[in-house]
């Protein structure tokens, strides 16, 4: 095997289809690493930060936003990627495309099992692996999305999750009391428009009133959004004092 379980490295696994996803989990714990699965880029933005991979093994044609719309929200200011990823697509003519791109990787489904784990050895050798600490301190934070609009939260949570923070969302209130009182978040963002009995003015004000939440970063944000924009802007809010 080509770990052992004290130096075991993880692995994220980008990819919507189930067989590939129990195959290649298979193979790669056979192999001695550990692994995650996500079936969509949204969901692997949301479990990026959390699991901190030494390794993203990603499929190009998902739903959603699809290989290439996670790709561009992990990439640094220096054209790098936060973790090495290795492109695994049925799409080989996407290998021109990949050419100038600061990809760890690049296999055409279907890939022969020793192929891929040569390649897979290949970048961890060349990228080690993150210290525990450096891990710890990739995490920005728990933060809370407070929207009845499932689809703003789910893109709020996804820029907070690139963000560095590690996200939940409740729909009103109430909800989101019951998930602080527990959870104990380092940053809220609320709509402005929560109905009553629990508004957006109230959720702050009792938010603040938990214990050892006095000093919470809560973010309002109003009605008549306009997307994208405005979830860079309230994320960005969340990410003042930081």
């Not at 200011?77 to 600061?102: C, H, I, N, W």
């Not at 009792?206 to 997307?227: Q, T, V």
Request: glycine content about 8%; proline content about 6%; aromatic content about 6%.
């Amino acid at each position: 095997m080509a770990n052992s379980e004290k130096t075991k490295k993880r692995i994220l696994l980008v990819d919507d289809d189930p067989s590939l996803q129990a195959t290649l989990t298979d193979f790669l714990q056979f192999e001695g690493y550990d692994t995650l699965c996500c079936s969509s880029g949204e969901e692997a933005i949301l479990s990026m930060r959390p699991w901190n991979p030494d390794l993203v093994i990603l499929d190009m044609g998902m739903p959603g936003m699809g290989g290439t719309g996670f790709l561009d929200r992990i990439v640094k200011e220096d054209g790098s990627t936060l973790y090495p990823v290795l492109v695994l697509t049925a799409r080989a003519s996407m290998a021109s495309y990949f050419a100038d791109k600061q990809i760890a990787g690049f296999i055409a489904k279907p890939a022969d099992p020793n192929d891929l784990l040569q390649e897979i050895g290949r970048i961890l050798f060349e990228n080690p692996a993150t210290p525990e600490d450096v891990r710890a301190r990739a995490i920005v934070g728990n933060a809370l999305v407070v929207d009845p609009d499932d689809t703003f939260s789910s893109l709020l949570a996804i820029e907070l999750a690139r963000f560095g923070f590690s996200p939940d969302r409740a729909s009103s209130g109430e909800e989101a009391l019951h998930i602080a009182s527990e959870q104990k978040p380092d940053a809220v963002a609320v709509a402005g428009g929560l109905a009553a009995p629990v508004t957006a003015d109230a959720l702050a004000a009792s938010l603040r009133s938990l214990p050892g939440m006095e000093g919470l970063r809560i973010a309002i944000y109003g009605e008549g959004r306009a997307l994208p924009a405005d979830v860079q802007q309230v994320a960005a809010a969340l990410m003042e004092g930081r």
